[in-house]
């Protein structure tokens, strides 16, 4: 008889920084029928705050969201805690969880996308979630190719007519990691004029990445275990990945829940 996926996910608070390979694969094998379990434990960030091992479970709960192709039902409640930055955090595990935000999001197929466009455009959001919902964007892209020219176009719209700085960044960041390098000029022109918050991608991030002759190794498909190959922070694994904003780089990008 299969464990309830209940069992399962809060198994995960006692796991630290690696969990167990069986626990994994029966919640992976289990599905969406585990996806409100996990959800949960993905959204309260609050566990932060906790001793390990229970600060990873939000890590662990994450992750196995992004194997099983979640509904778009997840793309809300991931956001609204989206940044977390109170003081008494994990940050080892808050940066894992991300890192691996804008994948999750991204693995919710065509119905995710008029949602993540809603976020990215939604005033009420933290620059911060808005952001991360584009870089999804390019995540749904590239796992859906038809899909890849409805959200190259929303984000050149939002090149043309974004003001706030900051999401400049994160729309430039985007293109540059679909390698929509038409836009090379105008993104170098943007930076020269000022427009571009420069904290966390600067003129020569763009230009190194919208060039670059390989696809993007962020985007790039990752198994569930993989993501725990990348989990040691005093080792560059992924260049594109160390240049995913992060809340705690930029602290007046802040919010304390």
Known sequence: MRTPPRKLVQQLSTMGTFPADAVITDLIA??????????????????????????????????????????????????????YTDAYTNESALMAWNNDLAHTLGMTGAAGLPLLQAAAADLRHHVQARGTALVAMAVLATRVPELHNPVEADLRHHFAHETDPVLLAFVIYTLCLLRVDELYQPILRAYREKRVHTAFFTAA????????KHPSEFLAPRTFWDRYDEDDYGEDLDAEMDLLPDPLQIPQLGRSI
């Open 30 to 83: 289990q599905g969406n029928a585990a996806e409100p379990d996990l959800l949960g434990v993905a959204a309260d960030l609050k566990l932060f705050a906790k001793p390990a091992p229970q600060c990873w479970a939000p890590v662990h709960a994450l992750r196995v969201l992004e194997q099983i192709q979640p509904s778009p039902a997840i793309i809300a409640p991931l956001l609204a805690q989206h940044p």
């Open 205 to 212: 991030d763009a230009r190194k990445l919208v060039l670059a």
